[in-house]
């Protein structure tokens, strides 16, 4: 089969891999759908013969990419729980492996494993660009009925991020929230913050971007481009800022006005990979009594929690989808993503 793979300097190749087979505790699935996540660009850009931008080492062969895949199950291993997979379950896959035993693991988050180095698949291990993916089955997720396996593959990483971040901030219907970056996961919390009934304020440097968190939902949108963003929010809050933030531009300029614009005792929530930020910690932290978290994507049962989530709200997860691919249409489906002006893409297979 053929899949596509970063070679790195905005490259990539359509490559030649083995059709996979699954061991003992494996499925194979037949991909339906693999979404484009802005995570992937920092593996699309890096410099050739470099690090990986998420610090893994560098895998020894080509490795497929895409992190967010969706499809049904087309072969099953031989110690494989029937409770796990079935052939022809639709599903998701939650995209790590670590030890399977430690607590972390055992608690769905895998990826938080300190035991061995974690798979990541699409990363260091084979990802969903291909027609067919081999994983665990302990990495399956159930797609609802209701749900497309394009809605499935957002879930799979952006969306669930989105979500697994405003659960980790509790947002509620009594909150307003300033989400800074309207790319594909700050649009997904735009729409499911929405969706949980609180008041959202937009912001980007897009127009483009802008005009399409307006049509998912968001209250006020602002343009730190053409705007003091810290003071629009204020200007908004009548003079008492956001309840939250949530930062995914993971831009310095995006990440301290996102402390800077919440109340006193306010909340601010980092999911923005990569990048720093200087805090001054006494004016824009200890003097308001501001928290500060990260939200590093969700754990399986978040990933199946956020699909049930948006099956009873009814949220059109189809809706952040701009391009449908080809995976021949790979080289163009990540030159125009790479513009970071467009809406979200899926490959469709």
């Not at 802005?38 to 593996?43: A, C, K, P, T, V």
């Not at 396996?149 to 300033?178: E, P, V």
């Not at 614009?261 to 308001?288: A, H, Y």
Request: negative net charge; charged residues 20%; glycine residues 12%.
């Amino acid at each position: 089969m053929r899949g596509v793979s970063f070679l790195g300097d905005r490259e990539l190749q359509l490559l030649d891999f083995p059709d996979p087979t699954p061991g003992p505790h494996d499925v194979v699935l037949e991909m339906k759908a693999s979404g484009m996540c802005g995570s992937d660009l920092h593996q699309y850009r890096r410099p050739k013969g470099g690090t990986q931008a998420s610090g893994l080492a560098m895998p020894t062969r080509p490795v497929i990419a895409g992190h967010e895949p969706c499809g049904v199950v087309a072969a099953i291993g031989s110690a494989v729980d029937p409770a796990q997979a079935k052939i022809g379950q639709r599903v998701m896959v939650h995209h790590y492996q670590g030890c399977t035993n430690c607590e972390h693991c055992r608690a769905g988050w895998q990826q938080l494993c300190q035991n061995v180095p974690v798979k990541v698949y699409g990363n260091n291990n084979d990802g969903g660009h291909a027609p067919y993916m081999l994983v665990p089955a302990n990495t399956l997720v159930t797609l609802p009925d209701e749900l497309t396996f394009a809605a499935g593959a957002a879930i799979a990483c952006g969306t669930g991020t989105a979500y697994g971040a405003l659960r980790r901030i509790n947002l509620s219907g009594n909150d307003t929230i300033a989400i800074f970056g309207q790319g594909p996961v700050g649009l997904s919390a735009t729409q499911l913050a929405k969706a949980m009934g609180a008041r959202v304020i937009a912001l980007d440097i897009s127009e483009e971007r802008l005009a399409r968190a307006r049509e998912f939902g968001a209250d006020e949108v602002v343009n730190p481009g053409s705007n003091d963003p810290v003071g629009a929010i204020k200007d908004l809050t009548h003079g008492r800022g956001a309840d939250l933030s949530l930062d995914t531009s993971a831009s310095p300029a995006g990440r301290i006005a996102a402390v800077r614009c919440v109340k006193v005792w306010g909340t601010c929530c980092f999911v923005g990979e990569q990048g720093d930020v200087t805090i001054n910690v006494s004016p824009d932290m200890l003097r308001r009594q501001v928290t500060i978290v990260a939200s590093w994507t969700f754990s399986s049962i978040g990933q199946e929690e956020c699909a049930r989530f948006v099956v009873e709200r009814g949220v059109d997860v189809d809706k952040l989808f701009t391009h449908r691919w080809k995976l021949d249409q790979a080289e163009e489906a990540y030159r125009i993503f790479d513009r970071q002006t467009e809406g979200k893409g899926v490959f469709l297979m």
